[in-house]
């Protein structure tokens, strides 16, 4: 090769020295990012480790007990579902009808940026908070009790910011040509928002719905608050069973308990098999946890796939 | 042409193609005056000078008209600038003929020198070249309005097309009495009448550009109409 | 004396007139004093340079400016047969857009299936019946030019196409609920040359059925696809006239400005 010019000679020594900036920061970034992932994984690992043994077909299917090997989460998993279910049918179609709401109806003036406000803030209350407010209101004003009704709605009222937000988002991300052209059709507000909206922002919504109920999962101090029990050794109702006037929706207002709570009553023992026991709950509590997240992803991904413009 | 276009590239190709065609103007001007010189001296070296220049003539009209052709392509006119660059295909075709009429004169001359024709027939060449004068001066005076773009001053040009129509009519009844008297001179003669009839072409062809003129700046198309409807349309 | 027979044209009816419009968008004059027929069966372009208001004109014919807030229509665009100002806070905007359609700037399919976004003017109207709704797609497609490539593949997504054809898509939307009259948004600015092309032929064969008004900053494209031109500039509108007229011997020197590129 023939001999370059002198400068082209400086430029390679400069440009190498970048590069190894490059890769120092390279290097670096990665060690950041590892310890956190390796925080992570040995946390998990150690839950793991303790707990996997000790989950067997009968842990899910017994009641708590007070022998460490014969208790159960059976009421603990139940009560989870059953709460995030009305969790969900509280929380969606109001979060859901109220993002709507605020970013196709309201008139874009003060009162609408209050409203936005005071949404965007309650997303940063304790949820200590909220479970006063749901034992003032809902387990004594309304009569509730202290019931998988008042629970669910208590977490509702925590992960509604979240599902009018990313409502909002999904919406938002609606390009502005799609609305043009609905109307430009002759379609009303409703339809455009039936039709369009809420078909093609559904991936955006489901991602918000199933992040919220992730996080309600794990609440612990408001469901604490409204009294949830830590020893329940029975189920709620099935529909019309039991004693009449029994009907459809007796399960509601039944006493319960829910996974963290559980785990947190076997933390508190001294026996170390309980905490086996806790281990164990934490793991199944984290699987669901990250189960559902991994849900919302799949959902977006699929959902997602047709929606183009 | 005054306004300058956003882009000052077309503007250079509408001076230049302009001005080629003022050149082109100029050219065969001067041929005419030239063949008409070669008349009045019976100089053969004159004609073949005329003659000479004829291909020249025909390049520049085939030149222009491919400078046209990409001129439109590329620039896709409108409006005036797209009545200029028609009228000057139709312009150039003119000045063409123009040309053709001068290499004839010169043509006519040679034979004339050739059969022996000479200054002691007493032809009315003198008459002849009067018309010429007028046809020529009206050339240049189309020429003229071409380069302003002097809408009045083809009016005028057009006017004048009567005029040299005229003499034309005159200068054949002169001919004819001369054909009378003297039988000798009928070769000449007619000679003569195909040299007047081209001057009246000439005179034609001017007024064709003075109509283009107008077209370009009114946009209406005056051809085929009476001088005084010109001049109304024209307004 | 002529020669030869010809018919003299049939003198060309009124569609719609806008009167003395102004459109303020808040306290901004957008369009000032517009005063301009639009001729039925006919193409009218729009054209002028970036801001002259063509668009903002365009968009008040469907009430468009009505999903935004602070517009403020001010004067009448008349729509016959029936004589109805669009305009008129008492007409409700929808039944004017089922009666005007707009094809706009760039190709909008739904992210749904082709049959579906031809179909959907139809369904807003609380049309259910497949066949019926089988029939219109397919003569809208038809008329639309792009029925041969898309026949066997009505049920794929309409976003797959490609750009031209999803435009030609758009306009077969807009034709399906058979409009008196359609808005064309600078409809090929998105477009290659070839596109272009046929969107521009098709207007040229659609407006035997439909009223055109059309905004385009292309000002060949206005030449060769409009009867009539309006060269609008800074919210009014300078000269309009037969579209021969505005490109040969146009009236005005602002308007000869613009056309010959001597504009800026």
Same mark, same amino acid.
């Given at each position: 090769?023939?001999?370059?010019?002198?400068?082209?000679?400086?430029?390679?020594?400069?440009?190498?020295?970048?590069?190894?900036?490059?890769?120092?920061?390279?290097?670096?970034?990665?060690?950041?990012?590892?310890?956190?992932?390796?925080?992570?994984?040995?946390?998990?690992?150690?839950?793991?480790?303790?707990?996997?043994?000790?989950?067997?077909?009968?842990?899910?299917?017994?009641?708590?007990?007070?022998?460490?090997?014969?208790?159960?989460?059976?009421?603990?998993?139940?009560?989870?579902?059953?709460?995030?279910?009305?969790?969900?049918?509280?929380?969606?179609?109001?979060?859901?009808?109220?993002?709507?709401?605020?970013?196709?109806?309201?008139?874009?003036?003060?009162?609408?940026?209050?409203?936005?406000?005071?949404?965007?803030?309650?997303?940063?209350?304790?949820?200590?908070?909220?479970?006063?407010?749901?034992?003032?209101?809902?387990?004594?004003?309304?009569?509730?009790?202290?019931?998988?009704?008042?629970?669910?709605?208590?977490?509702?009222?925590?992960?509604?910011?979240?599902?009018?937000?990313?409502?909002?988002?999904?919406?938002?991300?609606?390009?502005?040509?799609?609305?043009?052209?609905?109307?430009?059709?002759?379609?009303?507000?409703?339809?455009?928002?039936?039709?369009?909206?809420?078909?093609?922002?559904?991936?955006?919504?489901?991602?918000?719905?199933?992040?919220?109920?992730?996080?309600?999962?794990?609440?612990?101090?408001?469901?604490?608050?409204?009294?949830?029990?830590?020893?329940?050794?029975?189920?709620?109702?099935?529909?019309?069973?039991?004693?009449?006037?029994?009907?459809?929706?007796?399960?509601?207002?039944?006493?319960?308990?829910?996974?963290?709570?559980?785990?947190?009553?076997?933390?508190?023992?001294?026996?170390?098999?309980?905490?086996?026991?806790?281990?164990?709950?934490?793991?199944?509590?984290?699987?669901?946890?990250?189960?559902?997240?991994?849900?919302?992803?799949?959902?977006?991904?699929?959902?997602?796939?047709?929606?183009?413009? | 042409?005054?306004?300058?276009?956003?882009?000052?590239?077309?503007?250079?190709?509408?001076?230049?193609?302009?001005?080629?065609?003022?050149?082109?103007?100029?050219?065969?001007?001067?041929?005419?005056?030239?063949?008409?010189?070669?008349?009045?001296?019976?100089?053969?070296?004159?004609?073949?000078?005329?003659?000479?220049?004829?291909? +020249?003539?025909?390049?520049?009209?085939?030149?222009?008209? +491919?400078?046209?052709?990409?001129?439109?392509?590329?620039?896709?006119?409108?409006?005036?600038?797209?009545?200029?660059?028609?009228?000057?295909?139709?312009?150039?075709?003119?000045?063409?003929?123009?040309?053709?009429?001068?290499?004839?004169?010169?043509?006519?001359?040679? +034979?004339?020198?050739?059969?022996?024709?000479?200054?002691?027939?007493?032809?009315?060449?003198?008459?002849?070249?009067?018309?010429?004068?007028?046809?020529?001066?009206?050339?240049?005076?189309?020429?003229?309005?071409?380069?302003?773009?002097?809408?009045?001053?083809?009016?005028?040009?057009?006017?004048?097309?009567?005029?040299?129509?005229?003499?034309?009519?005159?200068?054949?009844?002169?001919?004819?009495?001369?054909?009378?008297?003297?039988?000798?001179?009928?070769?000449?003669?007619?000679?003569?009448?195909?040299?007047?009839?081209?001057?009246?072409?000439?005179?034609?062809?001017?007024?064709?550009?003075?109509?283009?003129?107008?077209?370009?700046?009114?946009?209406?198309?005056?051809?085929?109409?009476?001088?005084?409807?010109?001049?109304?349309?024209?307004? | 004396? #002529?020669?030869?027979?010809?018919?003299?044209?049939?003198?060309? %009816?009124?569609?719609?007139?806008?009167?003395?419009?102004?459109?303020?968008?808040?306290?901004?004059?957008?369009?000032?004093?517009?005063?301009?027929?639009?001729?039925?069966?006919?193409?009218?372009?729009?054209?002028? #340079?970036?801001?002259?208001?063509?668009?903002?004109?365009?968009?008040?014919?469907?009430?468009?400016?009505?999903?935004?807030?602070?517009?403020?229509?001010?004067?009448?665009?008349?729509?016959?047969?029936?004589?109805?100002?669009?305009?008129?806070?008492?007409?409700?905007?929808?039944?004017?857009?089922?009666?005007?359609?707009?094809?706009?700037?760039?190709?909008?399919?739904?992210?749904?299936?082709?049959?579906?976004?031809?179909?959907?003017?139809?369904?807003?109207?609380?049309?259910?019946?497949?066949?019926?709704?089988?029939?219109?797609?397919?003569? %809208?497609?038809?008329?639309?030019?792009?029925?041969?490539?898309?026949?066997?593949?009505?049920?794929?997504?309409?976003?797959?196409?490609?750009?031209?054809?999803?435009?030609?898509?758009?306009?077969?939307?807009?034709?399906?609920?058979?409009?008196?009259?359609?808005?064309?948004?600078?409809?090929?600015?998105?477009?290659? #040359?070839?596109?272009?092309?046929?969107?521009?032929?098709?207007?040229?064969?659609?407006?035997?059925?439909?009223?055109?008004?059309?905004?385009?900053?292309?000002?060949?494209? %206005?030449?060769?696809?409009?009867?009539?031109?309006?060269?609008?500039?800074?919210?009014?509108?300078?000269?309009?006239?037969?579209?021969?007229?505005?490109?040969?011997?146009?009236?005005?020197?602002?308007?000869?400005?613009?056309?010959?590129?001597?504009?800026?």
């Amino acid at each position: 090769m023939a001999a370059l010019p002198p400068r082209a000679d400086e430029l390679r020594a400069i440009i190498r020295a970048h590069k190894r900036w490059d890769f120092v920061f390279g290097v670096l970034g990665l060690l950041a990012l590892m310890v956190g992932v390796l925080t992570l994984v040995a946390l998990f690992a150690n839950m793991a480790i303790d707990g996997v043994p000790r989950l067997t077909a009968d842990f899910f299917t017994s009641f708590p007990s007070r022998r460490a090997g014969q208790a159960g989460i059976l009421s603990a998993w139940v009560g989870t579902l059953l709460v995030m279910l009305v969790t969900a049918v509280c929380a969606v179609p109001v979060g859901i009808a109220g993002a709507i709401y605020l970013e196709e109806y309201a008139r874009k003036n003060w009162f609408t940026d209050l409203i936005e406000i005071n949404i965007t803030n309650l997303a940063g209350v304790p949820s200590i908070v909220y479970g006063l407010l749901a034992l003032g209101l809902f387990v004594y004003a309304f009569g509730f009790g202290q019931s998988i009704l008042s629970a669910g709605m208590t977490l509702a009222l925590l992960i509604l910011p979240i599902v009018i937000v990313t409502t909002r988002e999904a919406l938002r991300a609606i390009p502005q040509h799609i609305r043009e052209g609905a109307y430009a059709c002759g379609a009303t507000r409703w339809q455009v928002v039936s039709h369009h909206l809420l078909p093609y922002g559904l991936p955006g919504i489901l991602t918000g719905v199933i992040i919220g109920l992730a996080r309600a999962i794990g609440e612990t101090a408001p469901i604490i608050t409204i009294g949830a029990l830590t020893f329940i050794a029975f189920l709620p109702p099935l529909p019309l069973t039991g004693d009449p006037p029994a009907g459809f929706f007796d399960w509601l207002f039944s006493p319960f308990t829910v996974m963290p709570i559980q785990i947190f009553n076997w933390t508190s023992r001294p026996d170390p098999a309980f905490h086996q026991n806790a281990a164990a709950a934490s793991f199944v509590l984290v699987f669901m946890t990250l189960g559902m997240n991994a849900a919302a992803i799949w959902l977006r991904y699929r959902l997602r796939k047709n929606i183009k413009w | 042409m005054t306004d300058k276009h956003l882009s000052t590239q077309f503007d250079h190709e509408l001076s230049d193609v302009s001005t080629h065609v003022l050149e082109m103007g100029g050219l065969v001007e001067s041929q005419v005056a030239q063949a008409m010189y070669a008349l009045a001296q019976f100089s053969s070296e004159t004609a073949g000078q005329v003659l000479s220049q004829e291909a +020249r003539v025909n390049a520049m009209e085939v030149e222009i008209d +491919r400078d046209l052709s990409m001129i439109i392509a590329r620039r896709q006119p409108t409006a005036r600038d797209l009545r200029l660059l028609i009228a000057i295909s139709k312009t150039i075709a003119n000045l063409e003929r123009v040309g053709d009429e001068a290499a004839r004169i010169a043509r006519t001359v040679q +034979r004339l020198i050739n059969t022996g024709v000479s200054s002691r027939m007493r032809l009315p060449v003198g008459d002849v070249s009067f018309e010429a004068d007028l046809a020529i001066a009206s050339l240049r005076k189309a020429l003229d309005a071409f380069a302003r773009l002097d809408c009045d001053k083809a009016i005028e040009v057009i006017r004048q097309d009567n005029l040299i129509d005229q003499e034309f009519d005159g200068l054949m009844r002169k001919l004819i009495t001369y054909m009378m008297e003297d039988p000798r001179t009928i070769s000449a003669s007619i000679d003569l009448v195909f040299v007047a009839k081209a001057i009246e072409r000439v005179g034609d062809h001017a007024k064709n550009l003075a109509e283009q003129i107008i077209y370009i700046v009114k946009g209406t198309d005056v051809r085929h109409n009476p001088v005084e409807a010109i001049e109304t349309l024209a307004r | 004396m #002529p020669t030869t027979l010809t018919l003299p044209d049939k003198p060309p %009816a009124l569609k719609a007139e806008s009167r003395e419009l102004d459109f303020y968008y808040g306290s901004f004059k957008a369009l000032k004093r517009i005063s301009m027929p639009v001729y039925e069966n006919k193409v009218t372009a729009l054209i002028g #340079p970036s801001g002259c208001g063509k668009s903002t004109y365009l968009r008040c014919f469907n009430r468009m400016h009505d999903l935004y807030p602070g517009h403020r229509y001010d004067g009448s665009i008349h729509l016959n047969p029936d004589h109805v100002d669009v305009l008129h806070r008492s007409v409700d905007p929808i039944e004017v857009r089922m009666r005007i359609s707009m094809v706009f700037q760039k190709p909008n399919p739904f992210p749904k299936s082709v049959f579906e976004n031809v179909a959907y003017g139809l369904k807003v109207r609380g049309e259910t019946s497949r066949s019926f709704l089988s029939d219109k797609v397919e003569a %809208a497609l038809k008329a639309a030019a792009i029925w041969s490539e898309v026949s066997d593949r009505l049920d794929d997504l309409a976003v797959n196409l490609s750009g031209g054809q999803q435009q030609r898509l758009c306009i077969a939307r807009a034709l399906a609920t058979e409009p008196e009259m359609i808005l064309f948004d600078e409809p090929t600015s998105a477009l290659d #040359p070839i596109a272009t092309g046929s969107i521009e032929e098709l207007i040229g064969e659609i407006k035997q059925k439909v009223t055109v008004l059309i905004v385009t900053h292309n000002m060949q494209q %206005a030449a060769r696809v409009s009867d009539y031109t309006a060269y609008m500039y800074l919210g009014e509108v300078i000269e309009y006239g037969e579209t021969r007229d505005i490109f040969m011997k146009p009236k005005r020197k602002e308007t000869e400005d613009y056309i010959t590129g001597r504009f800026g």
